[in-house]
């Protein structure tokens, strides 16, 4: 019997370096749109800071699980073991429409996950998180992207764009399936602390004798 290894980042902690909208994009224009592999990240980003789920979620979905017509994507077996339902935006739509096209000339098997091996071996079986953490690592460093891009910061990406964006936290909270609305604040407070910094921008604790002056 085989043991998965723990993920390469195991017991290690980080900075939260959400990307912004723009590093988004420079992440996937960075990936080959020719190769299956290079659609199939694309679709993996798409998915991850569109809906904003957790990568074990991601790689769980069916294809019929996520509607690009309607912008809406099920959720299986979250982190609480609920399921549930979230939007998802145009732009991510179209991208995953384009996997959804290069996925169906390799002839899928039955049952195969909508993000899906392609190599002949392996036809039709789900990818390991591992493998995405690493392929989206490999991106970030292609597309110049300085923070760590790796499949959680796209979720907390999301939250920091909607944030931004004034889209009330009760929002933030059903799109990321929190369970109560503090946590969503917490999450969105440590990602974009934006009253302490302003605060803190605004403190003036310059004196007559500053060199400044």
């Not at 195991?10 to 900075?15: L, N």
């Not at 403190?203 to 400044?212: E, F, K, N």
Request: with cysteine; net charge positive; glycine share 8%.
């Amino acid at each position: 019997m085989t043991v998965p290894r723990p993920p390469s980042h195991a017991g290690q902690h980080f900075p939260v370096e959400p990307l912004t909208a723009r590093e988004v994009s420079d992440l996937i224009a960075s990936i080959p749109g020719q190769s299956p592999h290079g659609v199939r990240l694309r679709a993996i980003i798409a998915i991850l800071y569109g809906s904003g789920l957790r990568v074990s979620e991601c790689l769980r979905l069916q294809p019929q699980d996520v509607d690009t017509r309607t912008g809406v994507v099920r959720v299986h077996q979250g982190k609480d073991g609920k399921d549930g339902t979230v939007g998802i935006d145009i732009y991510s739509c179209i991208i995953i429409d384009r996997w959804l096209d290069v996925r169906a000339v390799f002839d899928p098997p039955r049952g195969a996950p909508l993000i899906m091996s392609v190599l002949p071996r392996s036809l039709g079986r789900p990818l390991h998180p591992r493998d995405v953490r690493a392929a989206l690592s490999r991106a970030g460093r292609r597309a110049g992207i300085g923070k760590r891009v790796h499949p959680h910061g796209l979720r907390h990406s999301l939250a920091y764009d909607m944030a931004q964006r004034g889209i009330p936290t009760h929002v933030i909270q059903a799109q990321l399936r929190h369970s109560t609305l503090a946590v969503t604040d917490r999450y969105v407070r440590h990602i974009m602390p934006t009253e302490l910094i302003e605060t803190m921008r605004g403190r003036d604790w310059s004196i007559a004798s500053s060199p400044l002056r």
